[in-house]
């Protein structure tokens, strides 16, 4: 039932022959006060819950797994879908902030078709988009189980949001919904490894919400080689597009570049110095976690000196170190929870 938008479920309901306002109510049950199941609804009738029932279901994943970190308490939980498959969620606890915030960190895809070099989804290749049940579903039984309510949620899990659009944004517009979850936009962030067009799609349909898109490399060579998707979609073209219509009084956007061994050098700093409007942007640094992906993590010697080499060229940057961290997270466009943190902690 959690396909369905509002105004999909007002339809329904009068087509029943029943009011309108059902489809608020029904949002309420779901969303703010969380059901489990249509005989929860105890402000529908008996007949209107047994319908309810025999034709929709409330829940569209299943939790197998939740673990608990037991340095940060940050929650990793592993759903199954009704035809098998698997995908993970993580709970992230914001540190360092004076306001709490909770994150989850959803996914949007089965598998992941962008082949990026240090990704972990990218190893299953891609099975299936996610629907928005799926995905607002993530947010029901995150909370349901942990008894804890997310304000801020970042679709950086398993997948590319912008190759699932149509179900990334219904299920965002749904989170927004004061009858939804009621997630502020400012809270919401689609986070993408580049699909040009679907960024370009989301600035024309005046989206609210804000955008993360990973960088990684300033040589389009040696981008193309851990981020294939730099061959389909240069970054250079969606620097020119950013730059031209990104409407920064409306979104907030961040630029990801995760630090290796040979992506810092001085001619990388002012690359990047180069390369955007900065009053419009950050750029989000963080260090390549250590992982089996071949690449090598900088000491924090040589980032403290790429970071400093763009502070004095004025470049506004987010720059934290790295936290030890004891599970992991699904992905993101390095190595998963993490990465969501960051982003979400640079504005
Ligand atoms: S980092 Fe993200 S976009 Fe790249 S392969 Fe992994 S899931 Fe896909």
């Not at 929860?40 to 197998?64: I, P, Q, Y």
């Not at 699932?164 to 989170?175: E, H, P």
């Not at 260090?287 to 992906?293: A, Q, V």
Request: with cysteine; aromatic share 10%.
């Amino acid at each position: 039932m959690k396909n369905y938008t509002l105004d999909d479920m007002s339809s329904f309901f009068r087509s029943i022959g029943e009011k309108d306002y059902r489809g608020r109510q029904i949002f309420n049950w779901l969303y703010e006060k969380n059901a489990g199941s249509f005989h929860e609804m105890t402000d529908f009738s008996k007949e209107l819950r047994g319908l309810l029932d025999e034709n929709f279901s409330v829940d569209a994943l299943h939790c197998v797994e939740r673990s608990v970190s037991s340095v940060d308490q940050t929650e990793k939980y592993l759903f199954k879908t009704h035809d098998g498959h698997y995908i993970e969620s993580v709970l992230i606890r914001n540190e360092g902030s004076d306001e709490a915030r909770l994150t989850i960190c959803l996914s949007t895809q089965v598998g992941c078709a962008m082949g990026c070099g240090f990704c972990e989804t990218a190893r299953l290749g891609f099975i299936r988009n996610l629907e928005a049940a799926e995905i607002l579903d993530q947010i029901c039984l995150v909370r349901r189980i942990s008894g804890q309510r997310n304000n801020n949620v970042v679709f950086m899990g398993m997948g590319e949001p912008f190759l699932n659009y149509d179900n990334v944004l219904k299920s965002a517009d749904i989170m927004n919904y004061t009858f939804g979850f009621h997630i502020s936009v400012r809270k919401i962030t689609i986070s993408t490894c580049g699909i040009r067009d679907a960024i370009e799609r989301f600035i024309d349909e005046g989206r609210p919400y804000n955008l993360a898109i990973s960088l990684n490399d300033t040589l389009s060579e040696k981008r193309r080689r851990i981020m294939p998707v730099e061959g389909r979609y240069p970054f250079a073209e969606i620097v020119r597009l950013l730059n031209d219509k990104f409407p920064a009084s409306r979104n907030r956007l961040t630029i990801v570049y995760v630090m290796r061994e040979d992506n810092i050098s001085s001619e990388d700093a002012r690359r990047l110095k180069k390369m955007f409007k900065y009053n419009r942007i950050k750029l989000n640094l963080i260090s390549l976690n250590e992982g089996s992906h071949g690449y090598g993590r900088p000491s924090d010697e040589e980032a403290a000196r790429f970071v400093k080499e763009l502070e004095i060229m004025n470049v506004p940057i987010t720059f934290r170190k790295s936290l030890g961290r004891d599970i992991s997270g699904a992905c993101g466009q390095l190595s998963g929870k993490r990465y969501a943190e960051e982003v979400i902690h640079s504005w």
